[in-house]
């Protein structure tokens, strides 16, 4: 099992400790979490854990802070926001807080460690038009960009996620410092295994995708769409439910009718993974009958 989670989704998060808990957690090297309530002129955290008063110095709240490769924004941000971190010295009312040695832990014993097609555990930490950025473990950032959030193409990741989401993904790259990049549609299943969910002659619920002159794709599942003929009402972002025409995994095809649309935009709706543990080295999306291959090789 893999200790170095993400913030938020490890060790329970409170804002009272006891001194014995904060006792044993300085003796025993232990980790903690709580969210910090200030940040001062000097972009030092602060935390009141119940029984002291806790600083984490700046240059102890986020790796790269000291050699100015990240900037205080990373430290502003963490506000009311659960941040874990070690204790490094403990006085009778008072503490000091470390968050950099559990992130140089947390890459040296795990992220140091991942191979391309690792899936893990990511946390959403801010989402932006070109990508996610995720909390690989202990605050470690890494980016999954929106062409990988899902076969169906997306105007941002902000249709499939919130701030604060935990998800899976997998290992794409690592760049030449080290940082990982994300991938996500390989987890939401191949064409074959979407498809298998609908049949000829239904009529269900799908999300516009795309309004083009000869059509309008319609997002059934994140890794599936089709095509309806134009349809004037159609808007991008809306839900609508659809007649399925046909199925056609020779082409990757599917034909729709909009039978009618909503006038507002489809909710968010929960992710649902064909995997979400273990590794992959390839992963075929296209089914084998057909002549074009969509693959992805780690």
């Not at 200790?3 to 300085?26: C, H, I, N, W």
């Not at 955290?45 to 102890?60: I, N, Y």
């Not at 159609?234 to 006038?263: Q, W, Y």
């Not at 390839?282 to 089914?287: E, I």
Request: glycine fraction near 6%; charged fraction near 25%.
């Amino acid at each position: 099992m893999n200790e170095y989670l993400p913030e938020g989704m490890g060790a329970d998060a409170v804002r009272s400790f006891d001194k014995a808990t904060l006792r044993r957690a300085y003796d025993q090297h232990l980790y903690l979490e709580a969210r910090p309530l200030m940040c001062d002129s000097g972009h030092n955290l602060h935390f009141d854990l119940g029984t002291v008063h806790a600083v984490m110095p700046r240059a102890e709240c986020a790796l790269g802070i000291d050699d100015g490769s990240v900037r205080d924004i990373a430290i502003i941000s963490r506000v009311n926001k659960l941040t874990g971190f070690y204790i490094t010295e403990l006085n009778e009312d008072s503490a000091v807080l470390s968050r950099v040695e559990r992130q140089n832990e947390t890459i040296e014993n795990y992220i140091s460690k991942l191979v391309c097609g690792d899936i893990i555990d990511a946390r959403i930490t801010r989402i932006e038009s070109f990508g996610a950025f995720c909390d690989i473990g202990a605050g470690i950032i890494a980016l999954l960009p929106v062409d990988s959030v899902s076969v169906s193409r997306i105007p941002s990741p902000a249709v499939r996620f919130r701030t604060g989401d935990c998800i899976k993904a997998a290992v794409r790259s690592f760049d030449t410092q080290g940082r990982v990049l994300l991938t996500h549609k390989e987890l939401l299943g191949t064409w074959e295994e979407n498809a298998a969910l609908f049949n000829v002659g239904e009529t269900v619920t799908g999300v516009i995708r795309s309004t083009e002159s000869y059509g309008v794709f319609v997002e059934l599942m994140p890794n599936l769409a089709g095509l309806a003929e134009f349809n004037p009402e159609a808007r991008e972002g809306r839900r609508a439910s659809v007649f399925i025409k046909s199925i056609n995994p020779e082409k990757m095809k599917i034909k729709l009718i909009i039978v009618d649309t909503d006038s507002e935009n489809a909710p968010r709706e929960p992710v649902r993974y064909f995997i979400d543990s273990g590794h992959i080295d390839y992963w075929q999306y296209s089914p084998d009958c057909c002549e074009r291959r969509v693959f992805s090789r780690f």
